[in-house]
């Protein structure tokens, strides 16, 4: 909407200044038909002339090319960007589609995802993908790994591995740290992301080392998640929805109904979760009927 805006106000003056630069170049052109009319073998003038003719007009074609891209540099800047950030995000809907072990909640709205790798003890860990959503930080291993070697060196059988490694509310998450390492002067640093998760989190802390994206991107992506930011960026036409998301969130009991332990908090959109003692499956509790009179509305 604000490149249609920025293109609303430039078109006019775009279109005066083709008009002006098609103008000009026509004149030209038909000056230099006349010279090239003119050449003849017998009369080195004229081809000089001619010559002449066809430099000034290829000079006159860059400079009203230069003329107009420069009117237009105001709504290409933004529509680059507009192009790279559609590009970007059509690959991040690309790997939430293909992982049959990434599945969204009711409401749930994908953010981010990147390659990465899980560092574990300070050591190369999993390869796979990162992701992200206005609820939950995810890790999913997807990689090939060596079964069989041959003498320990060449590997002669391997075996694909995708699966669900980390899944963590984001509000659990307690402390994020980002910043680039190793390279020199400059060169080959890598970006890496390091949390340290609440003691109800399936880990105490996880350390990636992102893969063609910056840490400080998702430092700020994860901290708007967190602070609620990122609702006020929803859709309209979604409101209704999360609403309604939330309010069967708040019908989830704070205990297990079979052994009465304290239940983990339900994530907006959750159809149900699960008693992390005994394991049973626990519901939110049926709507209340609006009494005689009341708007279900309301």
Same mark, same amino acid.
């Given at each position: 909407?604000?490149?249609?805006?920025?293109?609303?106000?430039t078109r006019p003056q775009v279109h005066n200044g083709l008009s002006q630069q098609v103008n000009r170049l026509n004149s030209s052109?038909?000056?230099?038909?006349?010279?090239?009319?003119?050449?003849?073998?017998?009369?080195?003038?004229?081809?000089?002339?001619?010559?002449?003719?066809?430099?000034?007009?290829?000079?006159?074609?860059?400079?009203?090319?230069?003329?107009?891209?420069?009117?237009?540099?105001?709504?290409?800047?933004?529509?680059?960007?507009?192009?790279?950030?559609?590009?970007?995000?059509?690959?991040?809907?690309?790997?939430?589609?293909?992982?049959?072990?990434?599945?969204?909640?009711?409401?749930e709205a994908p953010l981010m995802a990147t390659e990465a790798e899980w560092e574990r003890s300070g050591e190369e860990g999993p390869d796979g993908i990162l992701?992200?959503? /206005?609820?939950?930080?995810?890790?999913?291993?997807?990689?090939?790994?060596?079964?069989?070697?041959?003498?320990?060196?060449?590997?002669?059988?391997?075996?694909?591995?995708?699966?669900?490694?980390?899944?963590?509310?984001?509000?659990?998450?307690?402390?994020? /740290?980002?910043?680039?390492?190793?390279?020199?002067?400059?060169?080959?640093?890598?970006?890496?992301?390091?949390?340290?998760?609440?003691?109800?989190?399936?880990?105490?802390?996880?350390?990636?080392?992102?893969?063609?994206?910056?840490?400080?991107?998702?430092?700020?992506?994860?901290?708007?998640?967190?602070?609620?930011?990122? /609702?006020?960026?929803?859709?309209?036409?979604?409101?209704?929805?999360?609403?309604?998301?939330?309010?069967?969130?708040?019908?989830?009991?704070?205990?297990?109904?079979?052994?009465?332990?304290?239940?983990?908090?339900?994530?907006?959109?959750?159809?149900?979760?699960?008693?992390?003692?005994?394991?049973?499956?626990?519901?939110?509790?049926?709507?209340?009927?609006?009494?005689?009179?009341?708007?279900?509305?309301?």
């Amino acid at each position: 909407a604000s490149v249609a805006r920025q293109w609303e106000q430039t078109r006019p003056q775009v279109h005066n200044g083709l008009s002006q630069q098609v103008n000009r170049l026509n004149s030209s052109l038909a000056a230099a038909a006349n010279s090239v009319n003119r050449l003849s073998a017998r009369n080195a003038g004229t081809v000089s002339a001619a010559s002449t003719a066809l430099a000034q007009l290829q000079n006159q074609i860059s400079a009203a090319r230069n003329s107009i891209s420069g009117q237009l540099g105001g709504v290409e800047e933004p529509l680059s960007f507009l192009e790279e950030t559609i590009q970007r995000f059509d690959w991040v809907l690309e790997q939430f589609h293909r992982s049959p072990n990434v599945v969204l909640m009711d409401t749930e709205a994908p953010l981010m995802a990147t390659e990465a790798e899980w560092e574990r003890s300070g050591e190369e860990g999993p390869d796979g993908i990162l992701f992200l959503t /206005d609820q939950r930080l995810l890790f999913e291993q997807n990689e090939e790994i060596a079964t069989e070697k041959l003498f320990g060196l060449v590997t002669t059988k391997k075996e694909k591995r995708q699966e669900l490694l980390l899944e963590v509310p984001v509000r659990e998450i307690e402390r994020i /740290d980002h910043g680039q390492q190793g390279g020199f002067l400059g060169i080959g640093k890598t970006e890496k992301l390091s949390l340290i998760l609440a003691a109800q989190a399936p880990v105490s802390r996880a350390t990636f080392e992102l893969r063609g994206q910056a840490a400080a991107d998702w430092a700020m992506w994860l901290k708007r998640v967190q602070t609620g930011e990122i /609702d006020r960026d929803r859709a309209a036409g979604y409101a209704a929805e999360v609403q309604a998301a939330e309010a069967r969130a708040a019908r989830f009991p704070s205990n297990c109904p079979n052994c009465l332990a304290p239940l983990p908090l339900p994530g907006r959109g959750a159809e149900y979760i699960v008693c992390e003692y005994c394991g049973t499956v626990v519901q939110p509790a049926e709507a209340e009927a609006p009494a005689a009179g009341e708007s279900a509305i309301e």
